[in-house]
């Protein structure tokens, strides 16, 4: 049981370039989420899914495009990467069980963009 | 809209002295829920423990504690017996009910000195 996964760990990009992050969970977990978290920040909702073939705007979706795949997967993707999309990006998960939902986090992606 | 605010930037405590980390929140919605996460430097997120703001009670996961003063509107985390380990930052957030996110304080980064 890998409970979230993230990949890649670490990613260099050019300004300009596109790239997809992606994220996976083995929980059975209906709903799925990105944040972003910016130095010295809490984290910030970009984009969340609260059930498979749904997606919805979070805090900060400008720059950004999701797709969730099926229930396991839910990808995020920068189609071209600016300076100020330099962060840390987590996906979560959490079960649709009542009204407040613990979420549990994958590891993490550090991204910078040049 | 819901905020939540976390004053103490960074907090320094002796190991095994109890260390309370504030946090308050605004929220218009009756029922909502708080959460306490715990990011150590390798930068997962772990969740610590969870209050709601209909529970009678305040909540209690080992070694942690939330002190929940509804008419304050605060959620401060208490952690008995710090260790070593303890050593991390510390986020605060809320969910209003049925919402799909979480709305996370800047943080506070507690350092346990020997």
């Known amino acids: 049981n890998a409970g979230v996964t993230q990949t890649p760990k670490f990613q260099v990009l050019k300004t300009g370039q596109s790239m997809t992050l992606q994220c996976a969970q083995d929980?059975?977990?209906?709903?799925m989420y990105w944040y972003r978290q910016d130095p010295g920040m809490g984290l910030r909702l970009i984009y969340y899914?609260?059930?498979?073939?749904?997606?919805d705007k979070g805090e900060v979706p400008n720059g950004y495009n999701v797709s969730r795949l099926n229930k396991r997967e839910f990808s995020l993707r920068l189609e071209s990467a600016a300076p100020s999309q330099t962060s840390v990006y987590f996906c979560a998960s959490s079960p649709e069980t009542k009204d407040y939902n613990e979420q549990f986090f994958g590891p993490g992606t550090r991204l910078t963009v040049l | 809209a819901q905020k939540i605010t976390q004053t103490q930037p960074g907090m320094f405590v002796q190991e095994k002295e109890a260390v309370t980390l504030d946090c308050t929140y605004d929220t218009s919605d009756p029922s909502y829920g708080l959460f306490w996460y715990k990011q150590p430097s390798s930068g997962e997120m772990i969740f610590l423990i969870y209050?709601?703001?209909?529970?009678?009670q305040n909540a209690t996961e080992g070694r942690y504690s939330l002190n929940f003063q509804k008419a304050r509107k605060s959620a401060n985390l208490v952690i008995s017996a710090s260790q070593l380990g303890d050593s991390a930052m510390y986020f605060c957030a809320s969910q209003e009910a049925g919402a799909q996110k979480l709305v996370f304080g800047q943080g506070t980064r507690l350092t346990i000195n020997p």
């Open positions: 209050q709601g703001s209909y529970d009678q």
């Open positions: 899914s609260a059930s498979e073939g749904t997606t």
């Open positions: 929980m059975n977990h209906n709903s």
